[in-house]
């Protein structure tokens, strides 16, 4: 099994910053995939920012210039800067990813989701 931890969400007002960070733990053989996924109420959930197993980012396009992905690969954490945001950021934001356990196993996993508000 698996476990993504994240932390780092919150309240801030319009124009400021938080900085999320999601965990990997358990039984990882290789990351093919680990991003930001966010959800606001009465909307689906939508990709945000994310690593690919090539190690290309890819942005939402309401975030570019926002919002940046970065990673740690020793500790197999990937974090999200959000700066400039704006109370349409607000949202529950899950991190995701899909992790190969060897023996041809591979599994997508989700963390428990972090509510950032951002406020007007």
């Known amino acids: 099994q698996v476990q993504l931890v994240e932390s780092g969400g919150g309240l801030v007002q319009a124009g400021g910053s938080l900085r999320l960070s999601c965990a990997a733990s358990g039984s990882i053989f290789r990351i093919n995939f680990m991003g930001w996924y966010r959800q606001a109420p009465g909307k689906q959930r939508e990709l945000v920012a994310a690593?690919?197993?090539?190690?290309?980012?890819n942005y939402a396009d309401s975030v570019k210039g926002r919002f940046t992905i970065s990673r740690d690969n020793a500790k197999n954490t990937v974090y999200l800067q959000m700066d400039s945001l704006k109370p349409e950021d607000t949202a529950v934001y899950y991190c995701?990813?899909?992790?190969?356990?060897?023996?041809?196993?591979?599994?997508?996993?989700w963390g428990q989701g972090t509510q950032v508000t951002v406020s007007s």
């Open positions: 995701n990813a899909v992790i190969s356990q060897g023996l041809g196993v591979i599994r997508d996993y």
């Open positions: 690593f690919t197993s090539g190690g290309s980012t």
